[in-house]
Each structure stands twice: as C-alpha cells, then as structure tokens.
C-alpha cells in the first residue's frame, strides 16, 4: 500500500504541540479590523486550540 499524503492546506495551518494538543488560528483577523472593537481584538491574540471531537481527522491530514 502507499503512504497516505498529507492535506497541505491542513499542514500550513494547524501545529502539533508538545502535549498532543493542536494549535490554530483565529477566524475574522485578516483585514476590516476596525468594525471590530478592542475587545474582540485583543482577545484573538491569544492562543487557540482544535476542539476534541476534530483532533484526529486534523491529525489524520497532517500525518
């Protein structure tokens, strides 16, 4: 059987962490910022995470 390629569109976005855990990006942060208020904004600063119920179709098309 061949190896199964990986989705490179899953590989630019997501990054496994050291805890098995999956990091992404935020949704609505790439332009047209100033509809948004601050608090919106400086909350998608921090760090997110895939959900649960995604973690092993994200790793299936990363690996």
């Known amino acids: ?3 199964m390629k990986s989705v490179k569109g899953a590989v630019k976005r997501f ?3 050291k805890n098995g855990q999956i990091k992404r990006g935020t949704a609505f942060r790439s332009h047209i910022l100033t509809k948004q208020d601050a ?3 400086r ?3 921090a760090p ?3 959900a649960k119920a995604d973690e092993k ?3 299936d098309m990363i690996n």
């Open 1 to 3: 059987m061949p190896k």
């Open 15 to 17: 990054k496994v962490k």
């Open 39 to 41: 608090k919106t904004r």
């Open 43 to 45: 909350k998608q600063h």
């Open 48 to 50: 997110k995470v895939v």
């Open 57 to 59: 179709n994200i790793k």
